[in-house]
């Protein structure tokens, strides 16, 4: 079975600061891999997927992640982040044909000061 | 276009009451699901559903049911709730497994007192 770490509970960050979340997976083959973004109070927003090809994946609102086979890593980053950044991101992961059942990790909290 | 639309959006229960929670998606999806989210815990599945008139487990199924009567539409039932289901339910819809983009409902705030 697939599983899902993201080893950062909270990070913080200025606002223009550049910003990565980290997202380690365990699968035997090549997973599909997400990022979401939850802002408090809400339903869950893609922000970008990786299922083949290209291992840097651009996504919505300027976030690009890499996708590293050999370090079974995922990390989302952003050059510059802004303050309307601020939210809960979780990195999920599909493997293989399970009928698209997500395995979400513990997820992330951003706070970015001003 | 309403995407997925989850009713209610909040609710309070007494502990061995009992609700259902409703979801409905007008994209035509086959694949549809039920997750739960706990404070650090991420989002972990309940139940989901293939297809019309099909159902099955996920990783944490105890005390909830479902049943999938329409293709649109995907129901959550706790037959007698505990403090423990307190939670934000979401619902969620996919088209095929090989168009595995979920949209999500915006959740359900649950609390069992």
């Known amino acids: 079975a697939q599983s899902v770490t993201q080893p950062d509970i909270h990070i913080t960050v200025s606002e223009g600061a550049s910003l990565e979340l980290r997202c380690n997976y365990s699968?035997?083959?090549?997973?599909?891999l997400f990022w979401y973004v939850q802002s408090p109070g809400q339903g869950l927003q893609l922000l970008l997927k990786y299922f083949s090809g290209d291992t840097l994946v651009q996504g919505i609102k300027g976030f690009e992640a890499e996708f590293k086979r050999s370090q079974s890593s995922f990390n989302l980053r952003k050059p510059s982040v802004h303050w309307s950044d601020a939210a809960e991101y979780f990195c999920a992961v599909i493997g293989g044909t399970s009928y698209g059942k997500l395995t979400f990790g513990q997820g992330t909290i951003l706070t970015v000061h001003p | 276009n309403a995407g997925v639309t989850q009713t209610p959006k909040f609710r309070v229960l007494k502990t061995g009451q009992s609700m259902t929670l409703l979801c409905a998606q007008d994209?035509?999806?086959?694949?549809m699901y039920w997750y739960r989210q706990d404070p650090g815990m991420g989002l972990r599945l309940i139940h989901y559903s293939v297809g019309e008139g099909t159902t099955a487990k996920g990783e944490v199924p105890d005390g909830y049911n479902v049943s999938r009567l329409k293709k649109q539409n995907f129901l959550l039932g706790l037959e007698s709730a505990a403090p423990s289901q307190t939670s934000v339910y979401f619902c969620a819809s996919t088209r095929t497994v090989e168009n595995t983009e979920a949209f999500f409902g915006q959740g359900t705030r649950l609390t069992v007192v």
């Open positions: 994209m035509n999806h086959e694949y």
């Open positions: 699968y035997g083959a090549t997973p599909y």
